[in-house]
């Protein structure tokens, strides 16, 4: 018998269920509802010929990164509101593994910009550098990525769209197509959403806060911040920031530690929801986790170095 008023094991996987029932559903309804919408646009676009156009218009600059011009609906859908709104516009492309995994590691690095920032500032970030470091990072670890994943099919929609299918002819794929993404993310985002429930009800979280304290060393993180670390990798940053404000207010944490963490998770957070999604649709999973572990590990040293060069000036005026 374990210890939750002499509940079971299995008795504890059925509340921990129970519990991420309720807030799954209302992701999962909600998820569906942005999917749908972003979809339909996507198809209507597609449909009279728009999509051909915006992908004709903006694809100078998107193939900067290698990404076919179509690629900015997902990216500016993605920066402005959601992963799941890019996921949405990104699946209704016809992109092959390796711009999806370009396309993954952009908007990771700066969906939900004007949200997110918000919550990083309520923390005590400054917006404008959190802003900056989202935008610019994800802009140039995409160029990058660009320059080092070797070279293939890149822009397959061109063709797509250039076939001008009637409404009859695409009505029936389209919604075919969007059942089957809508059930695919329903079933993720709950099993997700239980996994959770269970790794904290069983106090694995915990336990992972101990094992992780060298490579929490290698990024440059105190380790003090190790718990919060890993609520920002499973439930993203807007829950990792929630939980990041409430230590600041019990003096669990300084503002530097606090400084040094919002670097990190800026670019590298929900590392399991939201990395799951973008290889259900045919990312690389580890390109994407690397390349964003690369960039907030040279981000969160950069920023120790300042903060030493700072102390070494104020020391020296004084």
Not at 4 to 18: D, I
Not at 66 to 87: D, M
Not at 213 to 235: C, H, Q, Y
Not at 282 to 293: E, F, H, P, Q
């Amino acid at each position: 018998m374990d210890s939750r008023n002499g509940l079971s094991f299995w008795e504890r996987l059925v509340y921990c269920t129970k519990e991420a029932t309720p807030g799954a559903i209302k992701t999962i309804w909600w998820v569906i509802r942005i999917t749908a919408i972003v979809s339909l646009a996507i198809y209507i676009l597609r449909l009279t010929g728009a999509l051909n156009w915006i992908g004709r218009e903006l694809s100078p600059m998107m193939s900067f990164i290698g990404l076919p011009g179509e690629a900015s609906l997902a990216y500016v859908s993605g920066y402005f509101v959601n992963v799941y709104s890019a996921i949405a516009a990104c699946a209704s492309l016809n992109l092959s593994a390796r711009s999806v995994t370009i396309l993954a590691v952009l908007v990771m690095c700066s969906h939900n910009m004007i949200v997110e920032t918000a919550v990083q500032k309520k923390t005590g970030s400054s917006a404008l550098r959190i802003f900056l470091v989202r935008t610019l990072s994800g802009l140039i670890l995409a160029y990058l990525l660009n320059l080092i994943l070797p070279a293939g099919q890149q822009a397959e929609l061109g063709a797509a769209v250039e076939e001008h299918l009637t409404l009859k002819e695409s009505l029936w794929p389209w919604a075919l197509s969007l059942l089957k993404l809508c059930v695919k993310m329903a079933v993720l985002i709950f099993l997700l959403s239980v996994l959770q429930q269970i790794l904290s009800e069983f106090g694995v979280i915990k336990f992972l806060t101990k094992v992780i304290r060298w490579p929490m060393k290698f990024f440059g993180l105190p380790e003090d911040t190790s718990f919060l670390w890993i609520v920002a990798n499973t439930l993203g940053l807007a829950y990792g920031a929630a939980v990041m404000f409430q230590e600041k207010e019990k003096g669990n944490i300084s503002d530097r530690e606090i400084q040094l963490l919002n670097t990190h998770i800026a670019i590298s957070h929900s590392n399991l929801e939201d990395l799951i999604l973008f290889v259900s649709i045919g990312g690389v999973w580890w390109i994407i986790l690397l390349a964003r572990w690369a960039g907030s590990l040279i981000l969160v040293w950069e920023e120790r170095l300042e903060f030493h060069i700072r102390d070494k000036f104020t020391k020296f005026a004084s």
